[in-house]
């Protein structure tokens, strides 16, 4: 009877266009659909003797098997894998390329295995980086620019609507117009560049972000937790208080230099479903943290 369930699995997965991969809880491939061989240039009955590492760039397979075993035999919770949700792969000519991976549980052939969905993101990938040209980007932070962001907002290109809850962060260095006047413009144009380089690494694959002023920059982050969105979007605001405000290290200074932020919050759709106006309502909920000396305030608590 269990054949007889995993044969039927193994027919509905074929006709899928996704690529479906199932292993077992020590990472060995036990199915693979024929979206999964053609994604990956293998034969299916090759793809049977591999293991899931066979089909992951080397920099990434550290610790995997244990992840895998884990997620397996404590039947977790089917989510995106991986903090960023993409996944660098190789197929069997050794070519690398991405894909956008969520995971699952499944019983198949009698066994606990986990069932991975797997989409090839290169083309996205490609795309985005299209979009980072000299137009769209901020020549010093490689930041997308005041521009791109006026470009999103009138043709409404923003993935990350389609989520249905958005957070968004007006943030303005406290401080910055004393560092440049002390240490001169290369030095703040330093600590631009480091603070930028935290903001993206630190940035999910579906946030967004911008510098929009000299010392003003825009972040557009997913909201997961729909029903306390609010509470996750204090977490963001505390972690980009401390992500900014922690010292950096810049040249021809013997001490690292600290800035501070203010910031201002806001959540689309529930403070404003026109997005437009929700960002000049951050940007105004922004100054009034500068005002009251306060690490962040939401738009929602202004008048």
Excluded: W
């Excluded at 620019?145 to 962060?169: F, P, T, W």
């Excluded at 960002?279 to 008048?303: C, E, G």
């Amino acid at each position: 009877m269990v054949m007889e369930q995993s044969d039927e699995i193994s027919q509905f997965l074929n006709f899928l266009v996704d690529a479906i991969l199932i292993v077992d809880q020590h990472s060995n491939i036990v199915f693979a659909n024929k979206s999964c061989a053609r994604l990956f240039g293998y034969e299916r009955d090759v793809l049977l003797t591999l293991r899931l590492n066979d089909l992951m760039q080397q920099d990434v397979v550290n610790h995997h098997d244990a992840k895998v075993s884990n997620f397996v035999l404590n039947q977790s919770q089917a989510r995106a894998m991986m903090s960023r949700s993409i996944m660098p792969c190789r197929n069997a000519s050794g070519g690398g390329f991405n894909a956008r991976i969520s995971i699952a549980n499944i019983v198949f052939n009698g066994l606990q295995c986990g069932i991975a969905t797997l989409h090839d993101y290169s083309r996205v990938q490609e795309l985005i980086d299209e979009l980072k040209d000299e137009a769209n980007t901020d020549a010093l932070t490689g930041l997308f620019n005041k521009r791109h962001l006026e470009s999103v907002l009138e043709n409404q290109s923003l993935s990350v609507l389609d989520s249905g809850c958005l957070g968004v962060a007006y943030l303005d260095l406290n401080g910055f117009k004393l560092i440049n006047d002390t240490f001169g413009h290369d030095i703040g144009d330093q600590l631009l560049v480091e603070i930028s380089a935290r903001l993206k690494g630190e940035l999910r694959s579906r946030d967004i972000c911008f510098r929009v002023g000299g010392d003003e920059f825009l972040i557009l982050f997913d909201i997961n937790d729909h029903q306390n969105y609010e509470y996750e979007a204090k977490g963001i605001a505390n972690k980009l208080h401390e992500l900014i405000s922690a010292p950096v290290s810049v040249d021809k200074s013997n001490a690292d230099i600290t800035v501070g932020v203010s910031i201002g919050i806001g959540i689309y759709p529930h403070d404003d479903r026109e997005l437009s106006v929700l960002i000049d309502k951050t940007d105004r909920a922004m100054y009034v943290a500068k005002k009251q000396k306060l690490p962040y305030v939401f738009t929602s608590t202004l008048s």
